[in-house]
T-cell receptor, first 115, second 110 residues
């Protein structure tokens, strides 16, 4: 039972480089989310998706793009990485509209360092 | 989504009950109270949620005041493995956003 899987787990980028973080879930969930967490702080929502082919901005979307071409995958892209994007990135998914089963499941995180 | 207020940190003795408070005075009628915890930078883990009534599961109990402006998460017999940051979140049940605040750092001491 894999749940939510994030790839890669660790990455070091140089300023200006691009990369894509992959999130995959095997629970047939409608909703998926990308968060970032800076040291000593709570999670901040970057982008989210309420279904295949849809995306929406969260609290801190600047510098990131996302795509949800397949229901099970949610990709987070950094087109030109900056040191301010050094953070731990978490992906999550949740079932959708049924109010009594709306808990979100989180991946184990991707630790990204931009130098 | 309604804003929540939690103490920054709390301590609890192992084996005792841990009571974590949360204020959400601007909560709307269709918003649920959710609790998650994050152990040492792992991905957050769902604990419990409720709307009006008190709730209990294998992990914890959730007590919501009658006016719904505050709630308390209760870990009945805290263990060292319960040391974590606990987040209280208010959102509509079918909403697509799950917004985290700063949470409460609970430290369970031997």
């Amino acid at each position: 039972n894999a749940g939510v899987t994030q790839t890669p787990k660790f990455r070091v980028l140089k300023t200006g480089q691009s990369m894509t973080l992959l999130c995959a879930q095997d629970m047939n969930h409608e909703y998926m989310y990308w968060y970032r967490q800076d040291p000593g702080m709570g999670l901040r929502l970057i982008h989210y998706s309420v279904g295949e082919g849809t995306t929406a901005k969260g609290e801190v979307p600047d510098g990131y793009n996302v795509s949800r071409l397949k229901k099970q995958n949610f990709l987070l892209g950094l087109e030109s990485a900056a040191p301010s994007q050094t953070s731990v990135y978490f992906c999550a998914s949740s079932p959708g509209v049924a109010a009594d089963v709306t808990e979100a499941f989180f991946g184990q995180g991707t630790r990204l360092t931009v130098v | 989504d309604a804003k929540t207020t939690q103490p920054t940190s709390m301590d609890c003795a192992e084996g005792r009950a841990a009571n974590l408070p949360c204020n959400h005075s601007t909560i709307s009628g269709n918003e649920y109270v959710y609790w998650y915890r994050q152990i040492h930078s792992q991905g957050p883990q769902y604990i419990i949620h409720g709307l009006k009534n008190n709730e209990t599961n294998e992990m914890a109990s959730l007590i919501i005041t009658e006016d719904r402006k505050s709630s308390t998460l209760i870990l009945p017999h805290a263990t060292l493995r319960d040391t974590a940051v606990y987040y209280c979140i208010v959102r509509v049940g079918f909403g697509s956003r799950l917004t985290f605040g700063e949470g409460t750092q609970l430290t369970v001491n031997p």
